[in-house]
């Protein structure tokens, strides 16, 4: 059993399989990976593919850089910037990368595939990390999470989009974005490829 689920109430069998790769951070960032390559790969891309696409991978990818400037991971409890409109403005930065490379292939079955990774995972994700940051910052983060959705903005707190200290270094330590940004961008040069 994994750390993520070992406050659950106990299952065998199949659902326990299940459930453990569902929780199972490594396979859900892997896969991530896979289908942005894969998505790009199968590309039959067209300039309105890629005209659709593309400004949805930006923003995925400026939301993660954003919002990776302003954690302090189990340390305290980010309430501002992106996390004053979402509480998991990572997942949402890399469903809006995912679902923009789908569009930008030009493939419709991509979408099929993206929905059902975002199916399979997320819900388990999102779980777990307000289980953690409950257990960690209790009321605190009790009293923030009633009025923060998980991952789709309301924009009732537009005005602290801007507040606290984001930092590029920051940003730069976290999961890992120079590396993410990288191979984003070198996927995208490869749809411009595909279209010429």
């Known amino acids: 059993m994994s750390h993520r689920t070992k406050d659950l109430p106990p299952v065998s069998g199949a659902h326990h399989t299940i459930r ?38 930006v923003l995925g990818t400026l939301v993660r850089l954003y919002a990776s ?8 409890l980010a309430t ?3 996390y004053a409109l979402v509480r998991h403005p990572l997942y949402t930065g890399n469903i809006l990368i995912i ?8 493939v419709w079955w991509s979408a099929v595939i993206a929905l059902a990774f975002f199916w399979f995972y997320y819900p388990t994700a999102i779980e777990y990390e307000d ?9 605190e983060w009790e009293n923030w999470s009633a009025q923060t959705p998980a991952l789709i903005p309301t924009f009732a707190n537009l005005g602290a989009l801007f507040d606290g200290s984001w930092s590029l270094a920051k940003s730069s330590r976290q999961n890992g974005e120079p590396i993410i940004v990288i191979y984003i961008a070198a996927w995208i040069a490869y749809l411009f490829w595909r279209l010429s």
């Open 99 to 106: 679902i923009g490379f789908s569009v930008a292939s030009g």
């Open 131 to 139: 289980r953690k940051l409950n257990r960690i910052f209790g009321s």
């Open 69 to 76: 400037g302003f954690i302090l991971k189990n340390e305290k």
């Open 80 to 82: 501002y910037g992106p």
């Open 20 to 57: 453990e790769l569902r929780y199972h951070e490594g396979s859900r960032q892997a896969l991530a990976f896979v289908l942005i390559a894969l998505f790009a790969l199968v590309a039959q891309p067209s300039q309105t593919s890629l005209a659709f696409g593309l400004p949805l991978i």
